[in-house]
């Protein structure tokens, strides 16, 4: 059984096509979706519409929460708060609706999948050390957790202490775990602007990086088209 795992699309529909047309050749009969659908880019209710329609399991990210609430966003920077006032206008209730109903973390087979941490879900913290990673390590009961949020692929392994690792291609060993980034379908931002998500081979236990090129001008394109800030179109270029 392979999963495709998959986050941050922040409605981005080029890139979202992409990972989902690789996901199938790659043989992936399953998926999961760790939030973020929105914000940032074009297309959010194509891409509410995209997630609704694999009937996948899928967590809520923080971007998704601000867009199916009416109240200005707290502790967005403004570019994300433009982005996400923009976003609001496009979704229908339904998308709305469908958005806060999602819930923060989930158990999938012998996997659990949050957006941001297991520590405090709902508060969207960053883990992007050993140190923030430990503080999530607490609170996981299985042996592996995917999460997103930081848009940064990679893992954190604990065995004696913890440490990050590469997910080229991760080895699951049963006596540790493992807290895994899957990186951002749409918006990269380790510096490379490829698209990101991860095949997990429930059989093997092996997890697998997924690096695409997918039609970055008509992602930008639409994004300027639609009056959203110039500086999103640009940094898609720059993986950042
Ligand atoms: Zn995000």
Same mark, same amino acid.
């Given at each position: 059984m392979r999963f495709a795992i998959f986050s941050d699309l922040h409605a981005n529909l080029e890139a979202t096509e992409t990972v989902l047309a690789d996901a199938h050749e790659r043989g992936c009969t399953h998926f999961v979706c760790l939030g973020?659908?929105? +914000? %940032?880019? &074009?297309n959010p209710h194509e891409c509410v519409e995209i997630v609704q329609k694999l009937e996948c399991p899928v967590v809520k990210g923080n971007h998704d929460e601000q867009a199916s609430i009416e109240e200005s966003s707290r502790g967005f920077n403004p570019l994300a708060e433009m982005a996400i006032n923009w976003t609001r206008a496009q979704l229908t209730k339904e998308d709305k609706e469908w958005l806060r109903d999602l819930r923060m973390t989930r158990q999938v087979r012998d996997f659990t999948i949050v957006? &941001? /941490?297991? =520590? /405090?879900? =709902?508060?969207? +913290? %960053?883990?992007?050390n050993d140190l923030d990673a430990a503080a999530s390590f607490t609170y996981q009961h299985t042996t592996v957790c995917f999460f997103g949020h930081t848009h940064v692929p990679g893992a954190f392994v604990r065995d004696d202490g913890v440490r990050r690792v590469k997910t080229d291609q991760l080895m699951i060993e049963e006596t540790k775990k493992y807290f895994i980034n899957v990186g951002?379908? +749409?918006?990269?931002? =380790? +510096? =490379?602007?490829r698209a990101a998500y991860c095949i997990y081979d429930v059989d093997k236990k092996v997890v697998e990086q997924r690096r695409l090129k997918y039609d970055l001008a008509t992602a930008q394109q639409k994004i300027i088209k639609a009056g959203l800030p110039r500086l999103l179109a640009d940094r898609l270029k720059l993986g950042r």
């Open positions: 973020d659908v929105v +914000g %940032y880019n &074009a957006h &941001a /941490t297991l =520590d /405090t879900p =709902d508060q969207w +913290g %960053y883990v992007f951002s379908v +749409g918006q990269p931002r =380790d +510096g =490379d602007w």
